[in-house]
């Protein structure tokens, strides 16, 4: 069955970086293209990016644009985000979902890793 | 960005009721309109793709109407499990949104 499971998430100070990454099973990760989406406590849904399947063509939200860089290795079947210059604001669960294209959705999640950013 | 207004932001409804969440886009998405369901400390679920679309395994009291800019979720006999809140997301363009949610609280 189809799996995704975020790691890497922990408190880090404001001004650092961290690395998330996104273990997929169950499926032939080489041919989705994969998204991050977070949740800050207690708010929405928040889409942060996403990565086609070749691992070309990226974009980004408007408040990560610049400080997060999402790349994939397919050998591994790894999905990862890279976030640096971190905010108070980056404070959220964030999740890994792949991005079934027939559908134009996001068909199946992680449980979600939780990043916080304070001093 | 495409901005997705959904309203409204919480409602209050028992179960067996009927309940319809609408969700605005700021430009025509076509039907590049999906919803989420999630429920407290879960990662969102699949509901309806394509704005009309129902997902495998999705109870069949779930469907959505719309296209161009204005779309609908409809629970038709609320039950128990179905308080959570609703989310819309717009997979048009290349930077993807989502709108604000609605949560669906028992009366």
């Known amino acids: 069955q189809v799996q995704l499971v975020e790691s890497g998430g922990g408190v880090v100070q404001p001004g650092r970086s961290l690395r998330l990454s996104c273990a997929a099973s169950g499926f032939t990760f080489s041919i989705y293209a994969m998204h991050w989406v977070r949740q800050a406590p207690g708010k929405g849904l928040e889409w942060v990016a996403v990565?086609?399947?070749?691992?070309?063509?990226?974009y980004y939200g408007d408040s990560v644009k610049g400080r997060f860089t999402i790349s994939r290795d397919n050998s591994k079947s790894t999905l990862f985000l890279q976030m640096n210059s971190l905010r108070t604001e980056d404070t959220a669960v964030y999740y890994c979902?792949?991005?079934?294209?027939?559908?134009?959705?996001?068909?199946?999640w992680g449980q979600g890793t939780l990043v916080t950013v304070s001093s | 960005d495409i901005q997705m207004t959904q309203s409204p932001s919480s409602l209050s409804a028992s179960v067996g009721d009927r309940v319809t969440i609408t969700c605005r886009a700021s430009?025509?998405?076509?039907?590049?309109l999906n919803w989420y369901q999630q429920k407290p400390g879960e990662a969102p679920n699949l509901l309806i793709y394509g704005a009309s679309s129902l997902q495998s395994g999705v109870p069949s009291r779930f469907s959505g109407s719309g296209s161009g800019t204005d779309f609908t979720l409809t629970i038709n006999t609320l039950q128990p499990e179905d308080f959570a809140t609703y989310y819309c997301?717009?997979?048009?363009?290349?930077?993807?949104?989502f709108g604000g949610g609605t949560k669906v609280e028992i009366k």
């Open positions: 430009q025509s998405i076509r039907m590049y």
């Open positions: 990565v086609p399947n070749d691992g070309t063509n990226k």
């Open positions: 979902a792949r991005y079934w294209g027939s559908s134009s959705a996001n068909d199946y």
């Open positions: 997301q717009q997979t048009y363009s290349d930077v993807v949104t």
